[in-house]
C-alpha cells in the first residue's frame, strides 16, 4: 500500500496533522508499503518556506521518513496543464467570471432560505455554462469550471472503496448526486492556474498513490476526484477518511490553534509516543 501526508504550509502543525500523518504512515508500514510526502502549496499567497521546514522537522521528530525529492505542487503546473488541455479538448471546461456574490444572488431564490450547498460552498448556478462547449485555444488567467452534466455523458457508474474507521464499504456516486449536490467545480483558478480538486487527483496518480487517507471532512470531496480519476484516465485509489482532531469544547483543531502546536509539545518534553497517547494512537 503507497500512502501519503499531504500538508499546506500554512501554519504549524498541530496534533490534527500528526493524527493524519500517523494514520497514513501506520498503514503504510503495517503491510510493508511506502509513505509518501507531498507539499500542498498551490496557494502561494498562503504558502511559506517556514512553515515547509517546520513540516519536516515535526515529521521527522515524529519518527517518520519518506524518500526524497518530495513533491510540491508549486513545481507542477506542467502536469496540471496537460489534464486541462486534455478536459478542455473534450470539451469539458468552460470559463466562469461570475464572482462571489454573483453566484450567492444568482442561487438564492427569494423565501426559500439558504442556497444549497455542496463541498465547495453553494453549488454553481450555471450561469456561464454554455450550450455548446467552447471552441479554440484554452483560455489562461481564467478560472475554468467542470460542465458536470457533459462530464457525465461519457462515463457510466462510478464507485470507490472507503476503509475509514473499520469500514470496508463500496460508495457508490450517482450522477444525481454529482449534478444536484456537486455542481460545477472549480478546475483552475485566475490566480492559481489550477485548484485543490485537480492537482490532488493529478498529484495522487502521479506518487501511485493506491490508498488516500485523509479527514473526515475531505470526503465529500471524493465524489469529485474519482469523477476526475474517470475523465483523465487515471487509476481510482481507495480512500481512508478519519476522524477529526477536535479541542476541549469540540471544535476542529485550526492552523492557528498554536497551543497545540506539535512543536509547542516538544518544547514542552513531550515524546513522539505523548504525542500518539493524546490523540488515541
Ligand atoms: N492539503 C490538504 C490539507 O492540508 C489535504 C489534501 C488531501 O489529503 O486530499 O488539508
Redesign the pocket.
Known sequence: MITRF???PTGPLHLGHAFAAFVAWDLAKAGGGQFLLRI?DIDRSRAGDAWERQIYEDLKWLGLSWPEPVMRQSERQPAYDAALDRLWAEGLLYPCDCSRRDILEAASAPQEGAPPHGPDGVIYPGTCRPVAPPSGPRPREATLRLDMRRALKSLSRLSYLETGDGRHERIEITDAHLIEEVGDPVLARRDMATSYHLS?VVDDAAQGITC?T??AD?APATAIHVLLQHLLGLPVPSYHHHRLIRDDEGKRLAKRDDARAIARYRDDGLSPADIRAKIGL
Do not use: I
Request: hydrophobic fraction near 45%; charged fraction near 20%.
Open positions: 499531504a500538508p499546506s500542498e490532488v488516500v485523509r479527514g475531505l
